[in-house]
Structures are given as structure tokens and as C-alpha cells.
């Protein structure tokens, strides 16, 4: 009889806890533990806990990769707010970015990572509206710096520089609010000068000079001449 009352309490148990996951309060808010699978299938999409209809703790969500659930998400929410620490996960585990995110929209700083997920690739930083606001890094594998540009509420604003794998300069530009603005100068792997000049709203404007083994070769002009209004008339 033991074995029989053994099972019987175990179906019990099983068919209570079924019972306690996806509930809603009296208000018809989720409240409790809820879990839901893709649709038509077995396979778990996510899982997480409602405190009357407020994500609460940390949810987890999946990817269906041939019938297996695989973790390609997590949101750890932060009480008595609309922020969740976020990390996305690759196939194999391995992290590929994390930060802060309000609701849908990312605020703060966030890190992506080369495919080891343990190498920075990309740091940059969110204001509260979502947009790109201060300075964003791009690093090789190596760690050595590959690219720093600065962003004042989601577009490039002020200088922007890219660099070899031995941390010298290859190539600086200036922006103003997206558009290509100032002194623009391009290196070859050595550091040495190859081109400057400058730009203005997006095009070529002035002198631009061209070097070769460090000595001027060629300079060329890109000034935008005005129209003479009175040019060929009597």
C-alpha cells in the first residue's frame, strides 16, 4: 500500500503545483509564478514571477533551438521601478551584451562582448530618452582600442578616432551633430601623415593637402566658390 499512497501523494503535489503557476489576482493582473511555452509545443519560452501584474526577480527567456529550450535572455527587475539589468546570452552560453533597460528602451551604460564572451567589444552609454550621449569605445580582441567616438543625444558630436591594433592613430574626423565638421586627418600604420584637411557640413571644404614619406606632394582646393549675381549681365 505504501508505494500506492506514494504516488497518489505525488500526483497530488504535481497537480497543486500546476495549479499555482499562471494566475491572475483578483483584478485579473498576473500574480505569481508564470510560465509559458511557444506556441503549440512543450518548449519553454519564458519564466519569471508577477507580484500583482509588476515583473518582480529575475525572468528568464528562451530560444526554441530544435525542440530544446536554451537561455537567450535574463532581466533581473529592480524593485518598485520599470529597470531590469539585462543580459543576452549566445547559443552556447556565453554572454553577448548586458546593461539597463527602462520597459523597451535601453538607458545607461551597456557592454558587448567579442564571440568568447568574455572580451569587451563595445562600450557605450544611453541618456534617459535612449539615445547614444558621451563617449562610445570599440576595442580589438586584443583589448587594445580600436575606435573612440564621442555622441551628444544619438549622433556623433565632436571627435572620432580609429586605431590599429598597435594603438597608433590611422584616422580622425570631427562631427557636429552627425554631419562631418572640422579638421579630418588620415595615417598609415606607421603614424605617418598621409592626408588632412578639413570639412564642412559633410563635404570637402579648403585646402586639402597629401603627403608622401612625410613631405608635402599636393595640395588641392575644395572651396565652394560663390556665384557673382552680376557676373554676365550688362
Not at 71 to 85: D, G, I, M, R
Amino acid at each position: 500500500m505504501k508505494p500506492i499512497l506514494f504516488l497518489i501523494s505525488l500526483c497530488v503535489s504535481l497537480t497543486s503545483f500546476s495549479q499555482t503557476i499562471n494566475q491572475f489576482n483578483e483584478n485579473g493582473e498576473r500574480h505569481g509564478v508564470w510560465k509559458k511555452n511557444f506556441e503549440n509545443t512543450n518548449v519553454l519560452r519564458y519564466e519569471g514571477t508577477f507580484n500583482n501584474g509588476q515583473e518582480e526577480g529575475v525572468f528568464k527567456f528562451y530560444k526554441n533551438i530544435k525542440g530544446k529550450a536554451v537561455l537567450t535572455a535574463t532581466k533581473a527587475f529592480e524593485p518598485n521601478t520599470n529597470k531590469a539589468k539585462v543580459t543576452f546570452f549566445s547559443s552556447s552560453g556565453k554572454i553577448i551584451s548586458e546593461g539597463t533597460m527602462r520597459e523597451k528602451t535601453y538607458i545607461g551604460t551597456w557592454k558587448y562582448y567579442h564571440s568568447n564572451g568574455k572580451q569587451l567589444m563595445t562600450l557605450e552609454h544611453y541618456n534617459n530618452e535612449g539615445r547614444l550621449e558621451g563617449e562610445r569605445l570599440v576595442y580589438y580582441p586584443s583589448g587594445v582600442v580600436a575606435e573612440k567616438s564621442l555622441y551628444k543625444n544619438g549622433q556623433l558630436h565632436g571627435k572620432s578616432a580609429w586605431y590599429n591594433e598597435a594603438g597608433t592613430l590611422i584616422k580622425m574626423y570631427h562631427y557636429n551633430m552627425d554631419l562631418l565638421h572640422g579638421l579630418a586627418q588620415f595615417y598609415d600604420n606607421s603614424g605617418n601623415l598621409l592626408q588632412e584637411g578639413n570639412y564642412r557640413n559633410d563635404k570637402k571644404h579648403g585646402i586639402w593637402k597629401y603627403y608622401e614619406n612625410g613631405a608635402l606632394k599636393e595640395e588641392k582646393d575644395f572651396t565652394i566658390k560663390s556665384k557673382n549675381p552680376y557676373k554676365n549681365k550688362d
